[in-house]
T-cell receptor, first 113, second 110 residues
Framework: NAGVTQTPKFRVLKTGQSMTLLCAQD?????MYWYRQDPGMGLRLIHYSVGEGTTAKGEVPDGYNVSRLKKQNFLLGLESAAPSQTSVYFCASRTVDGTYEQYFGPGTRLTVT | GQSLEQPSEVTAVEGAIVQINCTYQTSGFYGLSWYQQHDGGAPTFLSY????GLEETGRFSSFLSRSDSYGYLLLQELQMKDSASYFCAVLQTGANNLFFGTGTRLTVIP
């Protein structure tokens, strides 16, 4: 099993450009999450999904959109990138119950100039 | 709202024991988790406490006191590879989301 994978690993955008980050998991997990992590900070939740076709806002949703058309994929979109969105983005997934353990992808390092 | 407090940095000697504390304020509490993150890496799950008391997993233990809104992570027989950041995270009511603290950077010295 590959676990949670993220594409791309690195990206540089100019202000105003758009892009989509892809997260894929092969563990048949119901829940999926998008976080951002800034230097010296913890992880802040952007959006999450509790199942295929459903999404919800987290702590810092402004400037981002998401879609969960397939259970295994969770897409994060930036419609008009801003320098404040320079960050490392992590995707995570988990099952419905148990220890509530979240499995994280390797991250995407995004720089907006 | 919610807030989590944990020390920003801790230094400990190889082979020793270290305790990382976490206090929380949240409008709805379901449980407390701990994650480890090495520099440049992804967070990995260490433990989850829903009930008061101590949970032990090998060299790592985690404690929760719901009445004190307090928990800690205990690392024993420290190894150099334990140098990393450690995050406490509250699982909020509804059990959908985690709210993370800002992390404690542990440095293990010889």
């Amino acid at each position: 099993n590959a676990g949670v994978t993220q594409t791309p690993k690195f990206r540089v955008l100019k202000t105003g450009q758009s892009m989509t980050l892809l997260c894929a998991q092969d563990m048949n997990h119901e829940y999926m999450y998008w976080y951002r992590q800034d230097p010296g900070m913890g992880l802040r939740l952007i959006h999450y999904s509790v199942g295929e076709g459903t999404t919800a806002k987290g702590e810092v949703p402004d400037g981002y959109n998401v879609s969960r058309l397939k259970k295994q994929n969770f897409l994060l979109g930036l419609e008009s990138a801003a320098p404040s969105q320079t960050s490392v983005y992590f995707c995570a997934s988990r099952t419905v119950d148990g220890t509530y353990e979240q499995y994280f992808g390797p991250g995407t390092r995004l720089t907006v100039t | 709202g919610q807030s989590l407090e944990q020390p920003s940095e801790v230094t400990a000697v190889e082979g020793a024991i270290v305790q990382i504390n976490c206090t929380y304020q949240t409008s709805g509490f379901y449980g407390l988790s701990w994650y480890q993150q090495h520099d440049g890496g992804a967070p990995t799950f260490l433990s989850y406490n829903a009930l008061d008391g101590l949970e032990e997993t090998g060299r790592f233990s985690s404690f929760l006191s719901r009445s004190d809104s307090y928990g800690y992570l205990l690392l024993q027989e420290l190894q150099m590879k334990d140098s990393a950041s450690y995050f406490c995270a509250v699982l909020q009511t509804g059990a959908n989301n985690l709210f993370f603290g800002t992390g404690t950077r542990l440095t293990v010295i010889p």
